[in-house]
């Protein structure tokens, strides 16, 4: 969740329950998905795969390439094997976040 300031400083909130705020830096965004290999994960969310699908095929009808994954559960985090995958064979990732 994130909300703006009047200065257009976005504030995230991290539904962890962290008892300290901890500041994170955003990962560096490509320019463009050109020549790029777009990771799409699921982690098993109601209709997150039905959002997965659409943008599938948005990004395919642009000519970039995709490829699917899927987390066991959507209660505990990734296996250490599919993060490893997915940061191999991937250049950016968007994961399915959907009820």
């Given at each position: 969740m994130s909300s703006r300031t009047d200065s257009d400083t976005r504030i995230y909130l991290d539904p962890t329950s962290e008892r300290t705020t901890i500041t994170r830096t955003l990962?560096?965004?490509?320019?463009?998905?050109?020549?790029?290999?777009?990771?799409?994960?699921?982690?098993?969310k109601p209709r997150g795969?039905?959002?997965l699908d659409?943008?599938?095929?948005?990004?395919?009808?642009?000519?970039?390439q995709t490829?699917?994954?899927?987390?066991?559960?959507?209660?505990?985090?990734?296996?250490v094997d599919l993060r490893h995958e997915i940061a191999t064979k991937c250049d950016v990732v968007v994961e399915a976040l959907a009820d």
């Open positions: 990962a560096e965004r490509p320019a463009s998905l050109e020549g790029k290999v777009v990771g799409l994960l699921d982690i098993i795969d039905v959002f659409r943008l599938e095929t948005l990004l395919n009808e642009r000519g970039l490829l699917r994954f899927r987390k066991p559960t959507f209660t505990k985090v990734a296996p």
